[in-house]
């Protein structure tokens, strides 16, 4: 398993310039959800009617990448649910390999400096 800025550049090696762009304005959704979802729980009486299950997760929003040598990134949006409690979780996975947020962090720092630094040059 590779650490996450390697995996990170990688992947985005041999991406197309449409799949980066792609990936960049998803990642960067992502981590604005993220950012506000990633310490938060709340309760909620809707779940009362769900006490017999109790516990269990909704995926929220699934994104699958895939580059030009078959590498597969999933990330996956959970909300999970147990008696009253709600909280948001993320599972990132790089070619069934189980990763933490820093492979995000990673691939939005690599994308970021290749459109940012571009952008900056046409000033």
């Known amino acids: 398993m590779l650490d996450p800025q390697s995996a ?3 992947f985005i090696a041999t991406l197309s310039e449409h799949d980066q762009q792609l990936l960049l ?9 993220h950012s506000c979802n990633c310490n938060v ?11 017999w299950n109790p516990k269990r997760s ?3 929003q699934s994104l699958h990448f895939k580059n030009n040598h078959q590498d597969e990134l999933v990330i996956t949006q959970l909300k999970d649910h147990s008696f009253l409690k709600n909280s948001y979780r993320i599972e990132i996975l790089y070619n ?12 939005l720092d690599s994308l970021k400096q290749t459109y940012f630094i571009e952008m ?3 000033a």
Do not use: P, V
Request: some cysteine.
């Open 96 to 107: 069934n390999h189980s990763y933490d947020y820093s492979l995000i962090s990673s691939l």
């Open 25 to 33: 304005n998803s990642l960067l959704g992502l981590n604005e959800t």
């Open 8 to 10: 990170a550049q990688e």
């Open 41 to 51: 729980s709340f309760y909620s009486y809707r779940n009362l009617k769900k006490i």
């Open 58 to 60: 909704e995926c929220m």
């Open 120 to 122: 900056e040059s046409y």
